[in-house]
């Protein structure tokens, strides 16, 4: 069948529908700040949004920036500061409502890795062992996941991204599940969705093990638990998610005007 969008497009879409009017959030580059800032220009205009390098109050000028100084998201900031008054101040704060990050792979309880790639796991006893492959690291990631009231995954879904327990955990989602948050002292949350590129998955509130919420019109329940890595199960009342409107489309390329991130 025919797509309106990409899936890009539509995990954004469903990614920015979860960001509410008013809230103060913290948008990586890429996806996630095309989720944020596509909410503030279609239902959330008075998100007051920031970048992890301190940049406040800015929307995007002449397309989304290439990272989190770029002068396409500081031209217009209300204030220019730094990672220490973002990361440090107001999220470790807990005065950050919702944080939206990436994650190179995810596990059913939300835990997100994006240092390396294992054959085994990255940490034995108390060593930690090099990976087979290194990745970028979780730059303001893990402050974002540890400090924001609450954060969203935007993850695709392939089955080598989707653990049923990550390598190594480079931002903490509910650990080992249950209360493992709170006896372990994080101040944030935790992760309050995992959007992908096939549909929203939601924590059960007592196990905080992750459930499918919500499929695309182009997926499926099958084609969800086949390219996920643990025995997914389907959270009451999952159903279909709404395909973007008009005007959630409009307001979407209005904020990706080079097109740079409408892959398929």
């Known amino acids: 069948m025919t797509r309106p969008c990409t899936r890009q497009e539509m995990m ?4 920015g529908r979860e960001i509410r009017d008013g809230e103060l959030a913290i948008f ?3 996806l996630s700040m095309l989720a944020g800032f596509f909410a503030q220009a279609h239902h959330a205009p008075g998100v007051r949004a920031m970048t992890e390098g301190g940049v406040y109050g800015a929307t995007p000028v002449g397309g989304l920036p290439w990272g989190i100084e770029c002068n396409r998201i500081s031209a217009n900031a209300t204030s220019f500061t730094s990672a220490i008054d973002a990361l440090g101040c107001l999220v470790a704060s807990g005065r950050c409502d919702v944080g939206v990050i990436g994650a190179a792979q995810v596990d059913k309880y939300g835990n997100v890795n ?4 294992w054959d085994q796991g990255g940490v034995i006893g108390t060593r930690y062992r090099p990976p087979k492959t290194r990745l970028n690291g979780a730059g303001g990631a893990n402050d974002i996941a540890s400090g924001a009231k609450r954060f969203i995954i935007m993850v695709a879904h392939e089955p080598k991204r989707f653990a049923e327990r990550v390598s190594y955990i480079s931002s903490p989602g509910y650990l080992e599940g249950g209360d493992a948050r709170t006896r372990h002292g994080l101040r944030g949350g935790g992760p309050s969705a995992i959007v992908t590129t096939l549909g929203i998955l939601r924590p059960d509130p007592e ?3 992750f459930q499918l919420d919500g499929w695309y019109s182009f997926s499926s329940i099958a084609d969800i638990r086949a390219n996920t890595g643990w025995d997914l199960k389907i959270a009451p009342g999952a159903q279909e998610i709404p395909e973007p409107s008009v005007a959630e489309l ?15």
Request: no cysteine; charged share 30%; aromatic share 0%.
């Open 28 to 30: 990586g580059v890429g």
């Open 250 to 264: 409009a307001a979407l390329r209005r904020v990706d005007e080079t097109g740079a991130l409408r892959k398929n």
């Open 114 to 117: 994006t240092t390396g790639v």
């Open 12 to 15: 954004a879409i469903a990614t």
């Open 207 to 209: 196990t905080r093990e």
